[in-house]
């Protein structure tokens, strides 16, 4: 890695209606470095971005690159800078080859004819160059998430880029997926490129990055040499604690919940057909119970099937000791279910409508379009969910799109509590947010769960869940294959559950052959 600084940031502060977003923020990155920005959100880490690469115009402060003074008033400008970016949701066109998407607006042209030959050639040349397994001919939307982010860098690089900016590019990648990308980063890194990755993933930060940036409330904390700085004080100053708040959580969960509470939820048999197998499951008062397994195992199926998103086909459902059908989700809102989907931007917010919309519109709809809610009702639905949860937004009528990540799950969290449900389905309600907020949004469950609500958590992250969870049941292939409680709550035995099965079938194969 070498010295020579490429970008420089000095000095710069961005404000927004009611919030100083950035205040004297300075950032440099060097030829050949991959150096990670991280922040809780809301810290300015995506303002800073957009301030550098033209979406928001720059206030205070300067930009150099290579010693060279630049103003970049769009992303343009910034891609004639040498400045490229590539977003956890891939920009480019699936219903257009590989080849297509590379050289999209730049098409080499022969006679005044795209010249496809040409195109595909330079294509496989440069995908060969990179190491990206895929065909030029190949429509984009048959090659995976992983590949379709590669070949949005692969683009940016063929257009001579000095910075690439990485935002948030391994949140929907698997492990293999995640290594494949870390190679080609390397490689980027090894030909001078600078490289500034946005995440919330700690390992990745210590498995790839050079250097680290923090910011925190719109302010700069620091700049840090990766390997002079331990991960327990990158969370603190993330945080701007000295202490590790998740160990707190951990020591608060229950070990076991009670057995003797009253189910709330009693799934007999329930299942839908093509997603999730039949299935039996109980949740009680004042129960956490986590659902597990691999990627594509039906754990989002399962819940979808319990509160009618996906209307069940098979099997019973009792809610409260009651036997019910649930045709659609007003239903299982009517029955005090609330539901908090994966997708929270596809499925959760409504980006155009304030926080104050936000937050009633599930509590309106329970109550029906004849029992409107007075706009006092409303106004002091939505002060008291900002205040319980601590949301950060300038005031309640500000467009719930220009809120952080975070502080938008927070949103659709109050959503529910305000409906006040007795079983509360929270779909990978961390995903993509800091830590801070993920230890708060874990403090929640555990808090609603001792006011005797019973609460159905997913994540991603199995150490989440056994810090927060009582029970977990175990999920593979859309069947549910086990359930786990107190003690047996280990990792080592939730990926023996997952694997059981497969491990048994090899052992009857390979008797048979004998």
Known sequence: MEDHIILSMKGISKNFPGVKALSNVDFSLRKGEIHALMGENGAGKSTLIKVLTGVYE???GEIQMDGRMIVNHSPQEAQQNAISTVYQEVNLCPNLTVAENLFIGREPRKAGFIDWKCMNAKSQELLQRLDIDAEP??????????VQQMIAIARAVDMQCKVLI?????????DDEVEKLFALMRKLQSEGVGIIFVTHFLEQVYAVCNRITVLRNGELVGEYETEKLPRLQLVAKMMGKDFDDLAEIRSERKAVADSSAAPVIEAKGLQHTGTIRPFDLTIRKGECIGLTGLLGSGRSELVRSIYGADRADGGRLKVNGKEVRIGKPLDAMKLGMAYLPEDRKKDG????????????IAMQAKKGMFRLMSRKEMEDAADR?????????????TPIGSLSGGNQQKVIIGRWLITNPDYLILDEPTRGIDIGTKTEIQKLVLQLAEEGKAV?????EIEEMLRTCSRMAVLRDGQKVGELSGEEMTQANIMKTIAGNEVKKEEQEVKAHE
Do not use: G, H, W, Y
């Open 58 to 60: 720059l206030e205070t």
């Open 349 to 360: 917010i409504i980006a155009d409508l304030s926080v104050r919309e936000n937050i009633i």
């Open 385 to 397: 969910m900002i205040d319980l949860l601590q949301i950060k937004t300038a005031n309640r009528e």
């Open 456 to 460: 159905t958590f997913i994540s991603s």
């Open 166 to 174: 990485l935002d948030e590019p391994t949140s929907s990648l698997d």
């Open 137 to 146: 001919a190949r429509m984009l939307e048959e090659c995976s998430i992983a």
